[in-house]
């Protein structure tokens, strides 16, 4: 096994793109989609992806629809068009587009601070800038909310002022479904199939769990494949519920498409940019001087992205081990709407985006998404082949033997973040030894790195070597003081203050 990473590392699959990879054909040909099925297919194995549904609009119609795979990878059952899947965060968008039906009614103003429609302090507490959020800020993620407050935690803190810069916010759209909610009367389940479902004809759609999901709904799986559960979510959530199918959501797109539902300068303006975003991705709160984006802004509910081309609107979903994506382009009137019941489901995106769509599309580099053939990726299935000593021996070999140039050194070495993430699936797996074995090589590459050590402790606390991880919580909290998990872990551990 001494050899085993090198030639995992070096192996990069080329998938034959079909013909009508940079503008999309009118109609897709029984040999282009037979290349696009094997195209798929033969991703899908290489990214250790069980399910997944597809769905190509061109002319704004569904042009093709398929499902490959299995639901579950233990009863083997098969994925088929009817196939129900998590849309995560593709749920943003239909609720985006619901909420400004209301817009359009006159019940509601972009502009308008929320604590108007929804009296009190929501869960923020006595932060005045609460006060000043509006539906425009929800819709553009310029809230000064996080992502998502920590579990458990009823307090919700803001990080700047709403409007000063972008950081991507489910809570901004809980906050918005509530307000939502009290102007409409209804629950926001109800509402979005008065709004949405029922006029589009999406009958397999819904943002709670529904009987007939039963024997319609996917599993989920984990990096490695194995069946790891099946959500049935009897909340509504407007950042993450959506149930569906990839061809339900493509009639959403085609409403998108055709402008219907809402009223043209309406939905023009949730195409329309309004909000930049750097270049650190979704979830930074870098300063509003931070280095932006030529290429990829914010609108109301969707991504876009500019191309030469023209601009296209987009958007990418991920519950884990669910995964989604979604993009269109208005003046080809073309797009793809892709779930996969897996962990990697996102690893095979560039490739599917680029056979369908072509290969420009600036939202994906800004995502920076780990590829199903990356170096961490392959070294990650080697480990798990073999184990990570011997891996990892291999690894500083090759790195060894590279010329002492940026690129070749680029080419061979994991970063921090990529190491560490490593680790952590590992960990996940109960691959404990090979957990350490991974953050150890961390701590040797980056020693002044404060989070390689702390990550490190965890590892050994996780395997019950109590001593250990109280020394590496130490030895991060020396390099940072700051580092406020590892004063608490230490705590726990018995060697606080």
């Not at 696009?36 to 250790?48: F, G």
């Not at 992806?49 to 569904?62: E, F, N």
């Not at 979704?282 to 280095?291: E, H, R, T, V």
Request: positive net charge.
């Amino acid at each position: 096994m001494k050899r085993l990473i090198s030639s995992l590392v070096i192996t990069i699959c080329i998938i034959p793109h079909i013909a009508f990879a940079q503008k999309p054909r009118t109609t897709l040909n029984n040999a282009a989609v037979s290349r696009l099925e094997q195209t798929i297919q033969h991703l899908m194995t290489e990214a250790d992806i069980p399910g997944l549904s597809i769905a190509v609009i061109q002319d704004s119609k569904v042009a093709w629809t398929r499902g490959f795979g299995i639901t579950n990878a233990e009863t083997k059952a098969r994925v088929n068009e009817n196939t129900v899947f998590e849309a995560a965060s593709l749920t943003k968008p239909v609720f985006a587009y619901a909420t400004l039906k209301l817009v359009d009614d006159g019940k509601l103003d972009l502009d308008t601070p929320l604590v108007k429609y929804l009296p009190g302090r929501y869960d923020v507490g006595d932060d005045s800038r609460l006060d000043q959020i509006t539906a425009r800020h929800v819709l553009s993620h310029t809230t000064g909310f996080p992502n998502w407050r920590p579990r458990g935690d009823k307090t919700l803190k803001m990080y700047f002022t709403p409007g000063d810069r972008f950081s991507y916010s489910g809570e901004g759209f809980v906050y918005l479904s509530k307000v939502v909610e009290r102007i409409t009367g209804e629950s926001l389940e109800g509402f979005i199939k008065r709004t949405v479902f029922d006029p589009l004809d999406m009958k397999s759609s819904d943002l709670v769990w529904r009987n007939d999901y039963e024997a319609l709904k996917t599993f989920t799986h984990d990096l490695v494949g194995a069946v790891s559960g099946r959500d049935k979510p009897d909340k509504a959530n407007a950042a993450a519920s959506l149930h569906t199918t990839a061809n339900d959501y493509a009639k959403f797109v085609i409403a998108m498409l055709k402008e219907t539902g809402l009223k043209p300068a309406t939905a023009h303006l949730m195409l329309s940019p309004q909000a930049s975003v750097t270049l650190a991705g979704p979830f930074s709160l870098n300063a509003p001087d931070a280095k932006r984006s030529s290429t990829v802004s914010w609108g109301l509910g969707w991504g876009l992205e500019k191309t030469p081309d023209g601009v296209a609107f987009w958007h990418w979903g991920d519950n884990g081990d669910t995964k989604a994506f979604v993009l269109a382009d208005s003046k080809q009137r073309a797009g793809l709407v892709m779930f996969a019941n897996s962990a990697n489901g996102l690893s095979i995106i560039n490739e599917v985006v680029g056979t369908v769509m072509g290969e420009d599309h600036p939202s994906l580099a800004w995502l920076n998404l780990e590829r199903y053939n990356s170096q961490p990726r392959l070294m990650f299935k080697a480990i798990l082949k073999s184990n990570a000593e011997t891996v990892l021996a291999d690894y500083r070999q090759r790195r060894a033997a590279t010329t002492k140039t940026p690129q070749a050194e680029n080419n061979v070495s994991l970063t921090e973040n990529e190491m560490n993430r490593l680790g952590y699936q590992l960990l996940r797996l109960k691959r404990k030894k090979d957990a350490i074995a991974v953050f150890t090589q961390n701590t040797v590459d980056f020693p002044q790195a404060f989070n390689t050590w702390d990550s490190l402790a965890e590892a050994y606390m996780i395997d019950g070597d109590k001593q250990s991880a109280i020394k590496y919580y130490k030895k991060s909290l020396e390099l940072n003081p700051d580092n406020t998990n590892a004063v608490q872990k230490l705590k726990e551990l018995g060697a606080g203050n």
